[in-house]
């Protein structure tokens, strides 16, 4: 139950079954791109992943190991704002997986996963879908800030993440992070 601290556990466990039987009849999901299947689902790989809920190695079929980590948070209904201490702590182990992903080896990439529609969720996938394509983080920023091209609500979601970002850069040590760091 909530109260106890495991109000999570049931909807982690749903996600991993998911990722086990992919693992099982050896096929991928639409996260791992790329034609790539799942080779291993690890749950609660701290210290060695910040975002540790799970991890699912996968590869391509001529990947003789695996070329893609993904370190999934699961969360049923995350408030994707400042003011939220859950998700400030949550955006820090984002920040904590990146930072700390090896720059040899595998890719590595994060996700969150969410239960069912939820508006703060798919405004962030949506601003992760446009960042992904852009070939630089500012040409992205100045995409979503192009005046009439998206409404105030992506726009509003963008400038939560970046001071989620700007929090969570501070509680790691940088006094006073400056946008270009920040973005």
């Known amino acids: 139950p909530y109260p106890t601290g495991g109000g999570g556990f049931t909807f982690e466990r749903k996600v991993a079954v998911q990722y086990l039987a992919h693992l099982l009849v050896g096929d991928g999901a639409v996260e791992l791109g790329d034609g790539r299947h799942v080779v291993s689902v690890e749950f609660q790989q701290a210290p060695e992943h910040s975002v540790d809920d799970l991890v699912?190695?996968?590869?391509?079929?001529?990947?003789?190991k695996p070329s893609l980590v993904l370190a999934a948070?699961?969360?049923?209904?995350?408030?994707?704002?400042?003011?939220?201490?859950?998700t400030r702590k949550l955006i820090l182990a984002f920040l904590r997986e990146v930072i700390n992903a090896p720059a040899d080896g595998p890719e590595h990439r994060c996700a969150l996963v969410v239960a069912g529609v939820?508006?703060?969720a798919e405004q962030l996938a949506l601003l992760a879908d446009f960042a992904h394509?852009?070939?630089d983080a500012p040409r992205f920023f100045r995409l979503i800030r192009t005046p009439g091209k998206f409404d105030g609500d992506i726009r509003g979601r963008l400038e939560?993440?970046?001071g989620l970002v700007k929090?969570?850069?501070?509680e790691l040590g940088i006094a006073d992070p400056g946008v270009q760091l920040v973005e």
């Open 56 to 64: 699912i190695c996968a590869a391509r079929d001529d990947d003789p």
């Open 73 to 86: 948070g699961v969360r049923r209904a995350p408030d994707l704002v400042q003011s939220d201490e859950s």
């Open 118 to 120: 939820q508006q703060h």
């Open 133 to 135: 394509k852009q070939m």
């Open 160 to 162: 939560q993440v970046e």
């Open 167 to 170: 929090l969570a850069l501070t």
